[in-house]
């Protein structure tokens, strides 16, 4: 029984962690004004790019790495129509979302043909010692390597966010651009940054996802993750660490889901799985219901910025 | 030293504000025939089936306002909710719930009251569950201050996961073959030009699209809706009751997104399955930005879209490409025709800034 819940902790981190890196990276770009709703497309593209990268060259190091940039060069696209141009946000950001959900499935059939493809997944690497422990042991200290990422890397996001200088300057530019700029923080450079920054977690997240979750590359990896991520940031209130906190709700629920399909498949009732795997998406909205109550969006947050 | 751009607005003839997005559309396809080469398929061949598939006979042409249609739907319900001031990205899955309303009522009724009072029946029903599926989110919005752009596109995919549940459950054909689906559908739309698959949900769109048209522009209701998207305080100040307007869209375009959906099942389908969801309500928002939000606008816009999806089979039929490549395309057009705007709205300017 104990293992069985040490499992699915397990699991469920493991499922969270590219909800929570896409997430913290859309809380950075909310924080200096910019919703980028083209999370998904962003994530899929760095599956697609994370998959061919390690199948050619069988290092999954620069798989990751391939996530990333891709991440980063779809920022680019995409702070170049919100913050340049001054597109509305959320219509640009649907645009990257479509481009990435036809291009990254585009590429994958065009490289591999109409066959699932898999490669070889990442170990679960235990910590020494740690992992001995009850329970926590298996489930937090087994895990794949981008989950001990965002064990540093999340903290280290919140603590620059509302304790550093250059959180300060990301947090000005959301709240009030023309007082921040009067202060000498350049607004557009921070703009583009933070987009840059939360597009490439987006990439590595679709890039955790397609190497750690499923071993394989296939139209629509991502089911609404992205969407998810972007939904989370309004549940965390744009603090990291809260965001985190939704993350590991939506993956233990999917967790859940997941480990009683196969008690329900013996049972006869082959469609429930499908049931189970609506709930996520209930929780999730009932958890935004619940916390967002009242919630207060950085004021600048949809507005692009102009020097007039 | 630094370089900015500066934009300044400017009026543009009729003839720039057509061809400028055209030119976008071309500019798509040059990069969906560079993407063709890649693939190693023959992209003229690919564009010649294209426009010969979509355009070049009486079916295809008919055709074509069949794929059409459930863009108008769409892409008019979301120029209302842009006019109100709320983008509904939620399209998508208030199609989706009105495609099972209607599948759900027709199997219920199909043999037991006569055709036209089932599809009458299945119809009304599907609009009032895509009106509640997209009010639902507005509520949230308006009581409780949920973000309804986060609400409306995880119910997409919420909506997404209910299908592919009820398709495997309690709406599951008992002699489904090789993919999940409902029971045929008897009790379906007439046809509107009898040989054709054109049905009478075309007329029923164009219908729609006047009526919007009639409601946005020429009714008192029109008029303040529009002013409380255009600008909520002064709508505020003059005792408008913006929450109010705010519902009415989102239900509108609710109820119309469930109508596109009981058009495609009853219309075309006949059947409710997976493949009805390949995110026409997303592209109906492109549409309704193509339409400049307006009704009439939204017409030209959804026929544009309509012969891209009719000629996209033809396309894929040629090369052995998947929908796929089309969605990729899509994705490209729309990039370009939103850089197109930018255009047509902005004489750009690039400038130098001395060193501060």
Redesign the interface.
Do not use: H
């Given at each position: 029984m104990w293992d069985v819940i040490a499992s699915v902790i397990n699991l469920g981190i493991a499922m969270a962690t590219p909800l929570a890196l896409a997430s913290v990276g859309e809380v950075y770009s909310e924080r200096s004004g910019t919703?980028n709703?083209g999370v998904e497309?962003i994530m899929l593209m760095g599956a697609i790019a994370a998959f061919h990268m390690t199948y050619v060259t069988g290092d999954l190091l620069l798989g990751y790495l391939a996530g990333l940039a891709i991440g980063v060069i779809f920022g680019m696209?995409f702070s170049f129509?919100s913050v340049?141009?001054?597109?509305?946000q959320?219509?640009?950001g649907?645009?990257?979302?479509?481009?990435?959900?036809?291009?990254?499935?585009?590429i994958y059939?065009?490289l591999y043909g109409?066959e699932y493809v898999t490669i070889q997944k990442p170990p679960q690497i235990p910590v020494p010692g740690l992992v001995n422990i009850p329970i926590i042991g298996q489930a937090l200290f087994d895990q794949y390597p981008t989950v001990y990422l965002t064990y540093i890397l999340i903290p280290v996001l919140w603590y620059l966010l509302y304790k550093s200088s250059i959180g300060i300057s990301v947090r000005a530019v959301g709240e009030n651009p023309k007082a921040a700029d009067t202060m000498g923080v350049n607004v557009f450079l921070v703009k583009h940054l933070t987009i840059w920054f939360g597009s490439a977690l987006a990439g590595l997240a679709g890039a955790a996802l397609c190497l750690e979750i499923t071993g394989l590359f296939f139209?629509n990896l991502t089911?609404?993750l992205g969407?998810?991520a972007?939904?989370l940031v309004?549940f965390g209130k744009w603090d990291p660490m809260k965001a985190w906190a939704g993350a590991l709700i939506y993956g233990m629920t999917w967790s859940i889901s997941v480990t009683l399909q196969d008690p329900l498949q013996k049972m006869g009732h082959?469609?429930?799985v499908?049931?189970m795997?609506?709930l996520p998406?209930?929780v999730?909205?009932i958890a935004?219901?619940i916390m967002?109550?009242?919630?207060r969006?950085p004021k600048y947050l949809g507005v692009p910025y102009?020097?007039e | 030293m630094a370089i900015m751009l500066k934009f300044e607005e400017r009026e543009v003839g009729k003839a720039a504000a057509i061809l400028i997005p055209l030119a976008a559309l071309g500019l798509a396809f040059l990069v969906g025939a560079f993407m063709m080469l890649w693939a190693g398929v023959d992209p003229i061949a690919g564009y010649t089936a294209f426009v010969t598939g979509a355009l070049g006979s009486p079916g295809g042409l008919t055709d074509t306002l069949l794929r059409m249609t459930p863009f108008l739907l769409m892409g008019v319900g979301i120029a209302f909710s842009n006019r109100a001031g709320v983008l509904n990205i939620g399209a998508e899955g208030q199609y989706i719930m009105g495609a099972i309303a209607a599948t759900w009522v027709t199997l219920a009724l199909q043999y037991v009251v006569p055709a036209p009072i089932s599809v009458t029946t299945a119809v009304i029903m599907a609009i009032i569950v895509g009106a509640a599926w997209a009010t639902f989110a507005g509520a949230l919005k308006a009581f409780m201050g949920v973000n309804e752009i986060v609400t409306t596109v995880i119910m997409n995919w919420l909506a997404l996961r209910i299908l592919q549940w009820l398709l495997r459950g309690p709406l599951k054909s008992p002699t489904a073959q090789q993919w999940p689906m409902s029971p045929p559908l008897e009790a379906v739309y007439p046809p509107l030009i009898p040989g054709t698959r054109l049905h009478i949900g075309f007329l029923i769109a164009i219908l729609a699209a006047i009526a919007s048209y009639y409601l946005l522009f020429h009714t008192n209701t029109g008029f303040k809706l529009r002013v409380a998207g255009q600008n909520p305080a002064v709508a505020t100040y003059a005792g408008y009751k913006v929450r109010t307007f705010f519902l009415l869209s989102m239900a509108l375009s609710g109820g119309l997104a469930g109508l596109a959906g009981a058009g495609e099942v009853l219309g075309v389908f006949k059947f409710l399955y997976e493949g009805i969801a390949v995110g026409l309500g997303y592209t109906a928002i492109i549409v309704a930005l193509v339409g400049k939000n307006h009704p009439i606008g939204v017409i030209f816009s959804a026929f544009m879209f309509g012969v891209i999806y009719n000629g996209m089979t033809y396309l894929q039929a040629a090369t052995g490409l998947t929908y796929t490549f089309s969605k990729a395309l899509e994705g490209m057009i729309y990039i370009f025709v939103l850089l197109a705007e930018v255009l047509i709205l902005y004489r750009i300017r690039v400038i130098r800034v001395g060193g501060e």
């Open positions: 919703i709703l497309g696209l129509m340049t141009l001054r597109l509305n959320v219509i640009a649907m645009g990257i979302y479509f481009l990435g959900f036809g291009l990254s499935d585009f059939k065009t109409k139209e089911f609404g969407f998810i972007v939904g309004y082959p469609e429930m499908y049931f795997l609506m998406y209930i999730i909205i935004l219901v967002s109550r009242g919630a969006p102009t020097r | -």
